[in-house]
């Protein structure tokens, strides 16, 4: 197949994820996720754990008063005290996202990818939604919360996606317009979100991108 990327943004409960690693099996295709922190270590040389940790002062900052520090592709060199500074992290693994789009198709969810790779050419962007109660459904299938609590948790989690895609990027998460791609996950289910992405690909690329 032709060397495309397919990244994913979601909503918590939406089933974004579960789309992105369905998407992947289908195409047979690597799947990023969590797993791009730790790409991002063996390269950099720099602890996995300094990675999550950038990640957590996002999320433990209150919300509405996000600061913004649009990513830009600079990198700091392993000499500057500020090599494994939160921002400089971020840098370094959006290098390492950008060499996986150069070297092979993948599907990559979450980490604000599709801005990172906003002047390639091969990256279709998608962002999965649903409304509020088909959220908490699913949300309850893997959660050992209810009611108030779990809305509370799912909020959160959401809140943080935002956040830190304000940070990286000053857009707003959800605005549609990100996006080459919104989907509404109730109203198709996983299966055809995946199906709808695949025709997508298809009229973005060619009829053969998947050859």
């Known amino acids: 197949m032709k060397k495309i990327t397919i990244t994913i943004a979601r909503q918590y409960g939406s089933g974004g994820r579960t789309?992105?690693?369905?998407?992947?099996?289908?195409?047979?295709?690597?799947?990023?996720?969590?797993e791009l922190t730790?790409?991002?270590s063996e390269k950099s040389g720099i602890a996995e754990s300094l990675f999550l940790d950038a990640d957590e002062r996002?999320?433990?900052r209150a919300f509405g008063r996000t600061p913004v520090h649009v990513y830009k592709s600079e990198i700091i060199g392993p000499d500057s005290p500020e090599y494994?500074?939160?921002?400089n992290l971020f840098?370094?693994?959006a290098e390492c996202i950008k060499e996986i789009v150069r070297n092979e198709p993948s599907v990559i969810v979450g980490r604000a990818a599709d801005f990172v790779l906003k002047d390639f050419d091969n990256v279709l962007s998608v962002f999965v939604h649903a409304p509020h109660n088909f959220l908490m459904e699913q949300a309850a299938k893997?959660?050992?919360l209810k009611g108030k609590e779990l809305e509370k948790f799912c909020a959160q989690e959401d809140r943080y996606r935002a956040d830190y895609y304000k940070y990286h990027t000053g857009h707003e998460w959800t605005d549609a317009m990100n996006y080459d791609l919104c989907l509404d996950s109730s109203k198709l289910g996983f299966d055809k979100c995946v199906e709808a992405i695949k025709a997508q690909a298809k009229v973005r690329f060619g009829e053969d991108v998947f050859d």
């Open 19 to 34: 789309v992105g690693i369905r998407l992947a099996e289908q195409l047979g295709i690597h799947y990023y996720d969590k």
């Open 91 to 93: 840098n370094l693994q």
């Open 38 to 40: 730790k790409v991002a």
């Open 142 to 144: 893997v959660q050992p």
């Open 84 to 87: 494994t500074s939160p921002d």
């Open 58 to 60: 996002i999320r433990k």
